[in-house]
């Protein structure tokens, strides 16, 4: 639970017919530093598969509070959720089972993550959720990937994501008096659109080395033949779309997927949604479905 007054005067505005219902509590376990500190707010425990299983609106209301922009975004899954048992119907369903803890089986499966940004901010946003489900070392087992639509800005982006991860991450780790071997490889990754679609091509779709296949990259982006995620005939073929791919390729919120990269794109996942919506909103979406999605 976040909290903060969401009213100027810090009232609080009963929703309708809430007295005769139930808070429905989740609890992110938010972490809130010093008030000087320069570390970010984190969270003890990532939105589960589950986090909706016993959620009955017709007895439970939920009441969300806000004290960052990091807060929403990581919300952002469970108002997705939300919106789509609302569509679904009101009686509760059944979820796979909580698996937050990444089995070696799991990383093995684990798709390399591409998301295109245009935004510092958006960048510290990414790192602080990849962060959310397993710490410093999950950057590398995620396989994150940051593109920018030039060389230069990927230079700077990787500066500011080093710079990022410095000052925020490595000293809460010190405060915490844990071990500051990072290993090499712990670096975000950040490319051109040239270099990225070399990076589909020689990784994924046609890999170098030997006893590796080649998969399939997934546009996550609105698209007349992408498999919807949601409440719908196709949402469960989505969802383990989502789970075997070889990467993931989230596009600019400016103008989509490059077509460099959508010409190695051979099948699409879409948000149901009437528009397209914030890059980071869309990877938080991506990344909760990616991380519970069991692989077997």
């Given at each position: 639970h976040d909290y903060e007054d969401y009213h100027d005067d810090g009232s609080s505005k009963r929703l309708p017919n809430e007295q005769s219902r139930?808070?429905?509590?989740?609890?992110?376990?938010?972490i809130v530093q010093e008030p000087n500190s320069v570390v970010p707010p984190s969270i003890d425990n990532p939105l589960t598969y589950d986090c909706l299983e016993n959620f009955?609106?017709?007895?439970?209301?939920?009441?969300l509070y806000v004290i960052t922009r990091m807060c929403t975004v990581r919300l952002t899954p469970l108002l997705y959720q939300l919106?789509?048992?609302?569509?679904?119907?009101?009686?509760?369903t059944t979820t796979q089972p909580t698996n937050t803890s990444i089995s070696p089986q799991q990383?093995?499966?684990?798709?390399?993550?591409?998301?295109?940004l245009e935004k510092i901010a958006n960048l510290?946003?990414?790192?602080m959720l990849v962060r959310d489900y397993g710490g410093l070392s999950s950057l590398a087992q995620r396989n994150l990937v940051v593109v920018c639509k030039s060389k230069s800005t990927a230079k700077r982006f990787h500066s500011e994501a080093q710079t990022f991860i410095s000052k925020n991450f490595l000293l809460e780790e010190k405060e915490r008096g844990e071990s500051l071997l990072v290993p090499p490889h712990f670096v975000v990754r950040v490319v051109s659109i040239e270099e990225a679609r070399e990076i589909l091509v020689n990784d994924i779709v046609n890999p170098s080395q030997q006893h590796q296949h080649s998969e399939v990259v997934i546009g996550f982006d609105l698209h007349e033949r992408a498999q919807t995620l949601g409440h719908c005939d196709d949402a469960n073929h989505a969802k383990v779309m989502l789970g075997t791919a070889g990467a993931v390729v989230l596009g600019y919120e400016s103008d989509g997927i490059p077509e460099k990269l959508q010409q190695v794109v051979s099948q699409y996942v879409q948000i149901q949604s009437r528009t397209s919506v914030n890059v980071v909103a869309a990877f938080s979406i991506a990344l909760h479905e990616i991380i519970m999605n069991d692989p077997c």
């Amino acid at each position: 639970h976040d909290y903060e007054d969401y009213h100027d005067d810090g009232s609080s505005k009963r929703l309708p017919n809430e007295q005769s219902r139930l808070p429905f509590h989740m609890d992110l376990g938010i972490i809130v530093q010093e008030p000087n500190s320069v570390v970010p707010p984190s969270i003890d425990n990532p939105l589960t598969y589950d986090c909706l299983e016993n959620f009955d609106p017709t007895q439970y209301y939920i009441s969300l509070y806000v004290i960052t922009r990091m807060c929403t975004v990581r919300l952002t899954p469970l108002l997705y959720q939300l919106s789509q048992r609302l569509l679904g119907g009101d009686a509760p369903t059944t979820t796979q089972p909580t698996n937050t803890s990444i089995s070696p089986q799991q990383q093995r499966h684990s798709p390399l993550i591409m998301v295109c940004l245009e935004k510092i901010a958006n960048l510290y946003r990414v790192i602080m959720l990849v962060r959310d489900y397993g710490g410093l070392s999950s950057l590398a087992q995620r396989n994150l990937v940051v593109v920018c639509k030039s060389k230069s800005t990927a230079k700077r982006f990787h500066s500011e994501a080093q710079t990022f991860i410095s000052k925020n991450f490595l000293l809460e780790e010190k405060e915490r008096g844990e071990s500051l071997l990072v290993p090499p490889h712990f670096v975000v990754r950040v490319v051109s659109i040239e270099e990225a679609r070399e990076i589909l091509v020689n990784d994924i779709v046609n890999p170098s080395q030997q006893h590796q296949h080649s998969e399939v990259v997934i546009g996550f982006d609105l698209h007349e033949r992408a498999q919807t995620l949601g409440h719908c005939d196709d949402a469960n073929h989505a969802k383990v779309m989502l789970g075997t791919a070889g990467a993931v390729v989230l596009g600019y919120e400016s103008d989509g997927i490059p077509e460099k990269l959508q010409q190695v794109v051979s099948q699409y996942v879409q948000i149901q949604s009437r528009t397209s919506v914030n890059v980071v909103a869309a990877f938080s979406i991506a990344l909760h479905e990616i991380i519970m999605n069991d692989p077997c």
